[in-house]
Each structure stands twice: as structure tokens, then as C-alpha cells.
């Protein structure tokens, strides 16, 4: 069978794809709390529900959730804050990469934004991947921001201007109508 991956809305129907991704791996509990159908539940009708806020895509193979870019929008300054995680089964196929291509079109071309601002932890090079083959660059580091497991972790502050040169990502279609 052809695996066909593009992003489009996320749906409430999606709700069970995002519990499934959320207890795939145990770094998933960083991403947010959905590890219950429940949270499941509540983590996705928040983002759905939000449109003046937030902006979450889901990146899917044949239309089954298999990971999420999001934008938490400030319209007002024309910045957004991008986030994203994959399940862990499907990770290190450059799917995350390609989302996040697709939202950054997305916002600099038909949201007019100018900024896009991302953080992720020094100890995570795979985020780190997707970040720079987007064009972000790294403007910052975030001393001992997190703690996981008892370690203290820096956090890199990255950001992208629409005024930057464009990625040469290829970005995953988006399906047809979603926006």
C-alpha cells in the first residue's frame, strides 16, 4: 500500500490517534498531557477549539494521525510560537521536517506573519534537524530551563523572519479545502 503523507486540520475525530502517539514513547510527556483517552480528549478540543490562537496541523499518513505541528498565533505582532512532535513509530522519516515546512509557507504566505519563534532542548538533536532544515537560526540559549529527571536542561531559542532566505525543504502537501 502507498503511504500518502500530507497535513491538514486537526480533527476531534483525531482524538485517538493523538492518545496513541502520546504513550509511544515515554519522552512524549514533554509534548503535553494526553495520556489518557480523556486528556486525550481535552488536549485536542482545546486546540481545534482556539482558531484566534492556536493553529494545529496534523501531519498524517493516508489520513491517520501520526504527529502535530502547531502555531500558538500573536496576530497582533504578526509572531507565532511553533511546536511539534511525531510518534514515536514514525520518527526519523523527515515527516516533522516537512510539516513544519508546510506551516512555515503557511504563515508567511497567506497569514503574512514575519516571525516565527521555536524552542527545544540542547539534548535533542532530532528537533534540532527540523528546526535548522527550516531555516530557523539559533538566537539563543535558555540556561537550565527544564528539569527532567532530577538533570537540569538548556533550551535553544531559535526563530525564522520571513525576510530570511527560504528553506530548501520540500514541504507536505496540505490537503485540498483545509484552509
Known sequence: MVQECTVRKLRISDTQEVYEAFISHPDMRRQGDADTIEKAQSYVATLVNNEKTQCPLAITINDKLVGLV?????????????????HYEYRGRSFTTRALATMVNYLFEVRDFYRLELGLRANNPGSRHVAEN??????????????????????????????????????????????
Not at 538566537?139 to 527560504?166: S, W
Open 70 to 86: 502547531c502555531a500558538t498565533l500573536d496576530s497582533s505582532n504578526s509572531n507565532a510560537w511553533l511546536w511539534y512532535w511525531m
Open 134 to 179: 527550516n531555516g530557523f537560526q539559533r538566537e539563543g540559549i535558555e540556561r537550565g530551563k527544564f528539569l527532567i529527571d532530577g538533570t537540569r536542561v538548556d533550551v535553544y531559542a531559535y526563530a525564522r523572519l520571513r525576510t530570511d532566505p527560504p528553506s530548501q525543504t520540500i514541504p507536505l502537501p496540505l490537503r485540498r479545502g483545509e484552509f
